[in-house]
């Protein structure tokens, strides 16, 4: 299993890298910002929101690969903004990103955060334009501010930086919901709501989308504790470092797995809850869990 | 005239405030966050560009104003989103705007990044909500998503910016047009598409707009001139000692103020088509142009 769900998230990554590239292969001005948004959208990466995105318009019927493209594209624009700026100075400050320097580094502060912003404008820019209902590219658009502003990623990230943070649970809990959960459950809802699945689907694949990302998290976390620089190309440890609120950090490596294993089990019972077709959300929970062990 | 039009401003700014204000009534999560983007928002300024939303929305026949606030607002919030960018230590490293610290000094620069960053998602936010029927909040993200991004605000900001920008009239309008003609002309259209104004009235008010946003830059260009750090409450004439990219550093300030006129007159030479109801565009044209004489 483990091998076929790999081969199978290599292709759809496939063709989301050529979405991508696709989206930088006209000339626009001004060249140094789209060849700053290129450079950072064009690193590789795991694609795993907009392979998400893919995953569930298909499995939810949807047939025409070329209505859900943009909104895969404008998904993993805004990763790649929040990306960015978690690097910059004034954030975690790092050197490098995905074995390559990070785009201040490549460029310069101003026009790194200048990049991150077009990448955002960007993405609405490709939402309001999809090739479906007005009416749904709308709901798409309150579906993922909500996941991206204060309430998602950019509330999260305060969080993460906040010095005077409670190192709790439950601020754990609500630091990861906000900055990875809410962006990998609203890929797989908006896939299903450009699929028009029913309201019922929408729910249980949002649902258990939350889990999967808090579970992504997790072994990021993990990751981060036993990888070693070479393998991940990104400095590692950093968040122990820097003493960061993280499971391994509050509950130690052990019990972070058994933590790591409830977060699968409640993802893959929701996905359960969808019978055949959405088999492959449970396996790449499984994908997902696997890879930090 | 010029009493009334500052009367007329006057009042719609006041009404731009309390809607503002309204925005940050809840306390909302991450609090450090929604402080954050409160000091920056409710610190003053001349609210040109929403009161003009307002404007045209009323002149074009719009009655319900609750229908138009939150598009004044989002579009208030994207000009607060640039300006607190535009203050930080990589740009314009400027430590006062309206009289009041910058938000990086008042906080720390990752929190005034994140809190441009809120700004910029809650504005696409209240407009993906707006009551109004969705083709239309379709076709304001449109406008706005092309006036803030790569061909609007930011790519003007890199333009603005780059070291080895070219000195040349053409490169100063492009600037120009991208940084401030192109927000004041969608907070112009967009009004006027709230209010299901016909096209050619939406057609011509983008174009006065247009010309109204390169006057507004030329006088703005001029105050940083003739003005002194304290009735401006900011730090002037450091376009001329950064050797920045403006008018009067191209053409001198007698020249430039011919170009303002220039400006003004296309701008009203529009509204004028437009009859009556229209004629305050002229007015506030004329008012924008004498603030700087």
């Known amino acids: 299993m483990k091998r076929e769900i790999a081969d199978l998230l290599d292709e759809k990554r496939r063709v989301v890298e050529e979405a991508l590239k696709s989206c930088f292969k006209e000339k626009k001005s001004p060249e140094k910002l789209y060849k700053a948004m290129a450079y950072s959208v064009l690193s590789g990466g795991k694609r795993i929101r907009p392979i998400l995105t893919l995953l569930s318009f298909e499995r939810c019927g949807g047939r025409d690969i070329s209505q859900i493209l943009p909104l895969a594209c404008g998904i993993e624009f805004l990763h790649t903004f929040a990306l960015i700026q978690d690097d910059l100075p004034s954030m975690d400050n790092d050197d490098l990103r995905r074995g390559k320097p990070t ?21 609405f820019e490709l939402f309001s334009k999809m090739e479906i209902a007005e009416s749904e590219r709308v709901r798409v658009i309150q579906e993922i501010t909500q996941a991206i502003g204060p309430d998602g990623v950019v509330g999260g990230q305060v969080i993460d930086l906040d010095q005077e943070k409670d190192f709790n649970p439950k601020t754990l809990r609500h630091l990861h919901y906000k900055k990875t959960a809410r962006l990998i459950a609203a890929s797989i809802k908006c896939g299903a709501i450009l699929a028009k699945a029913p309201q019922r689907t929408i729910k249980i694949l949002e649902r258990g989308g939350v889990y999967m990302g808090m579970l992504f998290q997790i072994t990021d976390d993990i ?71």
């Open 103 to 123: 785009l201040h580094k490549a460029t310069d502060e101003a026009t790194a955060i200048l990049a991150s912003d077009a990448l955002f404008s960007s993405a």
């Open 223 to 293: 990751l981060d504790v036993v990888s070693n620089e070479k393998t991940l190309g990104k400095r590692t440890q950093k968040d122990m470092v820097q003493n960061r609120l993280t499971y391994p950090g509050i509950y130690g490596l052990d019990r972070t797995k058994v933590w790591a294993m409830g977060y699968a089990k409640r993802a893959k019972g929701y996905f359960a809850l969808l019978g055949e077709p959405f088999e492959v959300f449970q396996d790449i929970t499984d994908y997902i869990l696997t890879r930090s062990f």
